[in-house]
């Protein structure tokens, strides 16, 4: 319920904190499949490891789609849509609140948990957002970085909201367990969502050896106008400054055998 109220609050301020995407990249929505040379790889050829609801029933089980994603179509096949830094769920006014409640170095570490969020909307594979978790967040009230992606209209239900992560292999031996949310809105209400925790990932093959990639999201079956990407950490020992990269929004793509 929490992370549902906060992720309602960033989709409420995206126009406090928002920015445009520069026209850099692909305008279609197409995708370059360029991110096997990115450290770490984040390949679309079947082989990245995939955690998509598609039955919209918020988990992932065995009556999803078999078989691994690949990644066919970006959010910019929907127009001209902007990205926000919504780290700790809250944008201006409601950051604002909760900064004057805890004081002192996490101003910087809320203001700077995601870094080029445009990245996730250029259509390349190869670049991504970088998600920080400085070691100030460390017994804040909100531990969690993220990003909004705003439509300027509504997605229509049947297309996916499939985010392309990496996770460099460093992360977990700083002592962070991570839990990924990506959720749908429209307008400030929620649509729906799906949270990865560490076993999930760790299923999937995403743990503590190596750098590692994955597909995480849902095909929707309700129609959205923004999607949240979040990821909260229960333990941060260290400065972690690849938390997380987020490579792309991915609206439209297809299951094939691993």
Known sequence: MKKT?????AAAALGLAGCQADGSGTE???IISDGGGSAPPLNNDGSTPTDIDTNGDGTVDGNDTAGNFVCTQGARAFGDVTTADASGGLLGGPLTTLI?????????????GVSEPDN???????T????????????????AVGEVVNFPGAVPAGNYAVFGVTFPAGVLNLGLTKTVTVSTFLGTTLQESITVNQANLDLLGISLAGDQSGYIGLKATKKYDSAVISLYSSL??????????????????????P
């Open 236 to 257: 941060v020992s260290a400065q972690v400054g690849d938390a997380m990269h987020v490579h792309e929004l991915c609206t439209g793509g297809k299951f094939v055998s």
């Open 5 to 9: 109220l906060i992720a309602a609050m």
């Open 100 to 112: 004057n409640g805890l004081g002192g170095d996490p101003v910087t570490a809320l203001t700077n």
């Open 128 to 143: 991504y957002a970088t998600f920080t978790l400085p070691a100030s967040l460390l017994g804040a009230l909100v531990a």
């Open 28 to 30: 279609s929505g197409s």
């Open 120 to 126: 996730v909307v250029d259509g390349h594979l190869s």
